[in-house]
């Protein structure tokens, strides 16, 4: 997403460039997200005891993400002498909803552990919510533009898009002799992040993501569930 016009002057004027100074921007910091909390519920259909298909639906709320980029300018007017570049970071926050499909089967231990390996597809639903760049101690926000007569607004509704990808799972399954099953799992997946609703002014990549999972297999039968010991 770029800046409007009144906003990047703005900018250039909080760092002290003019505008026959600037040259150009370069992104040599990727962004990069922090560790985030998930919570979901999934479904099993079992086949047999070691075979089953799995319906995942994950959420992921205030998921933040940061990096860094350089306004390049000249040290002199019009242009003239050596570059000077100038870093600063640009931040997001966005909500995901993430939707999967796959095939999951067991390979016993012991009676009461196993281990669990899963494959399927997903279908990533990513929110942005905030999109800014930090010039000292001021941020100015992406997530506008202009709407004539000189007006900045900001979008009427989050910026939402989806993309399709791939993942598989590794785990450890541990069952209980009166209801319940405790699953630790691994889960590495090559997703399609996008970003924004407009497919010329959207970001999108396909980017390697992991995670651990904790999950508690509730038993088809309630009286199981009531009466579970761990």
């Given at each position: 997403m770029?800046?409007?016009?009144?906003?990047?002057?703005?900018?250039?004027?909080?760092?002290?460039?003019?505008?026959g100074q600037?040259?150009y921007?370069?992104?040599?910091?990727?962004?990069?997200?922090?560790?985030?909390?998930?919570?979901?519920?999934?479904?099993?259909?079992?086949?047999?005891?070691?075979?089953?298909?799995?319906?995942?639906?994950?959420?992921?709320?205030?998921?933040k993400?940061?990096?860094?980029?350089?306004?390049?300018?000249t040290?002199?007017?019009?242009?003239?002498?050596?570059?000077?570049?100038?870093?600063?970071?640009?931040?997001s926050?966005?909500?995901?909803?993430?939707?999967?499909?796959?095939?999951r089967?067991?390979?016993?231990?012991?009676?009461?552990?196993?281990?669990?390996?899963?494959?399927?597809?997903?279908?990533?639903?990513?929110?942005?919510?905030?999109?800014?760049?930090?010039?000292?101690?001021?941020?100015?926000?992406?997530?506008?533009?202009?709407?004539?007569?000189?007006?900045?607004?900001?979008?009427?509704?989050?910026?939402t898009?989806?993309?399709?990808?791939?993942?598989?799972?590794?785990?450890?399954?541990?069952?209980?002799?009166?209801?319940?099953?405790?699953?630790?799992?691994a889960?590495?997946?090559?997703?399609?992040?996008?970003?924004?609703?407009?497919?010329?002014?959207?970001?999108?990549?396909k980017?390697?993501?992991?995670?651990?999972?904790?999950t508690?297999?509730?038993?088809?039968?309630?009286?199981?569930?009531?009466?579970?010991?761990?």
């Open positions: 770029q800046l409007n016009p009144q906003t990047w002057n703005t900018v250039l004027d909080a760092i002290g460039i003019e505008a600037y040259r921007i370069e992104y040599p910091y990727e962004m990069r997200y922090q560790v985030a909390p998930m919570f979901g519920l999934q479904t099993l259909l079992f086949f047999n005891p070691e075979s089953a298909f799995v319906l995942h639906v994950d959420a992921v709320s205030g998921l993400s940061q990096g860094g980029f350089n306004v390049v300018s040290d002199v007017d019009f242009g003239q002498g050596a570059e000077n570049r100038r870093t600063y970071g640009i931040f926050e966005e909500d995901r909803l993430i939707l999967s499909l796959g095939y089967t067991a390979a016993y231990i012991y009676d009461d552990l196993s281990w669990v390996i899963e494959i399927g597809g997903s279908m990533l639903n990513t929110s942005l919510q905030e999109n800014y760049i930090r010039i000292g101690e001021r941020n100015y926000d992406l997530m506008i533009g202009v709407q004539g007569n000189n007006a900045i607004n900001r979008p009427t509704s989050s910026l898009a989806t993309g399709i990808g791939a993942y598989a799972v590794l785990g450890l399954e541990a069952m209980f002799e009166e209801g319940g099953n405790l699953i630790l799992s889960r590495v997946s090559r997703d399609h992040v996008r970003l924004g609703i407009d497919e010329e002014a959207s970001f999108a990549a980017l390697w993501q992991a995670g651990l999972y904790l508690w297999v509730i038993p088809p039968q309630i009286g199981d569930f009531v009466r579970a010991k761990f």
